[in-house]
């Protein structure tokens, strides 16, 4: 009985300090293996977009918040127009851009028709409202879609890792125990020596998943924030925007 009891502790002793993490990645069968592979890769994939979408998102704030201090300095729109190519990258610039580009379009087809003018300040003389309005309406929501479409960009793969990575390692660990099982039939006993590889295979492949899927969700949910933000911004400049129109460049 102690011969059975201190063999049943070196058997224990040495699955405990052969039982290091890297060295059961490393034996771990081929599906376990390729299960950590896709998760590693979701995982190292969803940091680059994280750091990437951290970085360009508080760039674009940072622009359009400067644009915005230039639109509403009461500068004439071709002076504005010309400081906003500073700020090529700012949503808020791109709207503008986009608007003030299809006014200028709208004296082009005026000059065809042979009306006299002299720059954008003459577009209240020579635009009617009922077909000029529609038309910047349609050029404005068509530039905020575009910008929103830009920063929505790579969203979908947080959300997809967020959702998925924690099944995929679910399926680790339900092929884990399964070699578990498999392993005690095949040894004809249940000791720590065998039952132990395997169950950690099934233990690590669900910690990565929940190492991809957590920051993955954390991520997405944090820059879907963002989004929501400066797409009210722009949303509330392009009003603005087609409201100065109105009030000063088209006839009533």
Request: hydrophobic share 50%; proline share 3%.
């Given at each position: 009985?102690?011969?059975t009891?201190?063999?049943?502790?070196e058997t224990?002793?040495?699955?405990?300090?052969?039982l290091n993490?890297?060295?059961?990645?490393?034996q771990t069968g081929?599906?376990v293996?390729?299960?950590?592979?896709?998760?590693?890769?979701?995982?190292?994939l969803s940091?680059?977009?994280?750091?990437t979408?951290?970085?360009?998102?508080?760039?674009?704030?940072t622009l359009?918040?400067?644009?915005l201090?230039?639109f509403?300095?009461?500068?004439?729109?071709d002076?504005?127009?010309?400081?906003?190519?500073k700020?090529?990258t700012?949503?808020?610039?791109?709207?503008?851009?986009?608007?003030y580009k299809?006014?200028q379009k709208l004296?082009?087809r005026?000059?065809?028709?042979?009306?006299?003018?002299?720059g954008?300040s003459?577009?209240?003389?020579?635009?009617?409202?009922e077909s000029?309005?529609?038309?910047?309406?349609?050029?404005l929501?068509t530039?905020?879609r575009n910008?929103?479409?830009k920063?929505?960009?790579?969203?979908?793969?947080?959300?997809?890792?967020?959702?998925s990575a924690?099944?995929?390692g679910?399926?680790?660990t339900?092929?884990?125990?399964?070699?578990?099982f498999?392993?005690?039939?095949?040894?004809?006993?249940?000791?720590?020596?065998v039952?132990?590889?395997?169950?950690?295979?099934?233990l690590?492949?669900t910690a990565?998943?929940?190492?991809?899927?957590?920051?993955?969700s954390?991520?997405?949910?944090?820059f879907?924030?963002?989004?929501?933000?400066?797409?009210?911004q722009?949303?509330?400049?392009?009003?603005d925007?087609l409201?100065?129109?109105?009030?000063?460049?088209?006839?009533?």
């Open positions: 009985m102690i011969w009891q201190i063999a049943f502790a224990t002793k040495e699955a405990a300090t052969s993490t890297w060295d059961l990645i490393l081929p599906i293996f390729l299960v950590l592979l896709l998760l590693l890769t979701f995982s190292v940091w680059a977009i994280i750091y979408k951290w970085k360009t998102i508080g760039q674009l704030s359009s918040e400067e644009f201090e230039v509403w300095s009461g500068r004439s729109l002076f504005i127009y010309g400081e906003s190519k700020f090529s700012a949503p808020a610039a791109k709207i503008f851009q986009a608007g299809e006014l004296i082009e005026q000059k065809q028709k042979g009306e006299k003018t002299t954008v003459d577009v209240s003389q020579i635009i009617p409202p000029s309005i529609h038309n910047l309406e349609r050029a929501s530039a905020s910008e929103v479409l920063l929505e960009s790579s969203m979908t793969f947080l959300a997809t890792t967020a959702s924690p099944f995929i679910l399926f680790g339900v092929w884990g125990i399964m070699s578990a498999q392993n005690i039939g095949n040894q004809g006993g249940a000791s720590l020596a039952v132990a590889p395997s169950i950690s295979e099934a690590i492949a990565v998943g929940l190492f991809a899927a957590i920051p993955a954390m991520g997405y949910n944090y879907n924030s963002k989004i929501r933000n400066q797409k009210a722009m949303e509330n400049f392009a009003g925007f409201n100065i129109v109105k009030r000063n460049f088209l006839s009533q």
